[in-house]
């Protein structure tokens, strides 16, 4: 059956993500990979690969090796006509390679050549996704924003974005994801109000890995929180809340040591610290 791939690795990312069972959801992966190279339709090969690296893979594998599957989705949905599709991939192959750590000098290249291809052909949609949730966020650590807290430049205002998005939590999901990353990094302001968006990017890209790298950097920015002012108020809340935060990453770091692992053993020695347990 032409569709037995879409089916496989669709019931990969359920029981990847929504069951936690990652080695059952990676068996089902590959089964709907092997499937889609085995038929002719580029459409069902690209979909598949598409899928796969967005939902299934990173859960177990390290995230560079999605790239191929991406970019092999890339060139057979450009090859059957499939735009919809190419939008899609554009947008999280962007974010996914940000969060990969590609050099950011190539990735914004790279970006503005797809925004291209995204304009042409009409999918304006996928053209702010990718631009509010990677080409602005490199831009930011590149320097090239108004200011260290801000996206803003002369081409992308953050207010109009997120006014105009308001209704369309896909977008802002992309858009917080790389917002809670940067507000760390930049010791923003506005961090822990960002760090209070998490949830919009739990619910609204399920099983993606801007949920793992939104987690992290979240986690981080309540430590910070909590080491600047521990006789706050909140500081029992808080506390529960980064050790929640921390339990996720510590669970997918099991899965995936190469994804998470390091990640996983920062908080820990965080919240050690916040303790005072350093011996």
């Not at 598949?48 to 390290?62: D, E, K, S, V």
């Not at 970006?111 to 990718?130: K, S």
């Amino acid at each position: 059956c032409n569709i037995s791939a879409f089916a496989f690795v669709n019931y990969a990312f359920i029981v990847a993500y929504l069951r936690q069972q990652y080695d059952v959801g990676a068996r089902f992966g590959h089964a709907a990979i092997a499937l889609a190279n085995a038929q002719p339709s580029l459409s069902i090969r690209a979909s598949t690969h598409f899928l796969y690296a967005t939902f299934t893979n990173h859960w177990q594998q390290p995230l560079a090796s999605s790239q191929q599957y991406y970019d092999d989705a890339y060139h057979w949905s450009l090859e059957s006509g499939d735009f919809a599709t190419v939008g899609y991939i554009i947008a999280v192959r962007s974010t996914d390679r940000v969060i990969q750590g590609s050099p950011l000098n190539e990735l914004l290249t790279s970006c503005e050549r797809d925004l291209l291809l995204l304009r042409a052909t009409g999918q304006q949609d996928m053209v702010d996704c990718t631009q509010g949730g990677s080409v602005q966020s490199i831009k930011n650590l590149m320097g090239q924003t108004k200011n260290d807290d801000s996206y803003d430049d002369d081409s992308f205002n953050e207010a109009q974005f997120l006014n105009d998005y308001a209704a369309q939590p896909l977008h802002l999901a992309y858009f917080y994801h790389g917002k809670i990353r940067n507000a760390f990094l930049f010791d923003s302001a506005n961090a822990e109000a960002l760090a209070k968006q998490l949830p919009i990017v739990e619910q609204f890209v399920p099983g993606q890995c801007k949920i793992p790298e939104a987690t992290f950097y979240a986690a981080l920015i309540w430590q910070r929180a909590l080491q600047r002012q521990p006789e706050r108020a909140d500081h029992a809340q808080l506390a529960e809340v980064v050790a929640q935060l921390s339990g996720k990453m510590a669970a997918w770091a099991q899965q995936c040591p190469a994804n998470f692992a390091a990640k996983s053993l920062l908080l820990a020695a965080q919240s050690a610290s916040l303790r005072q347990d350093v011996a």
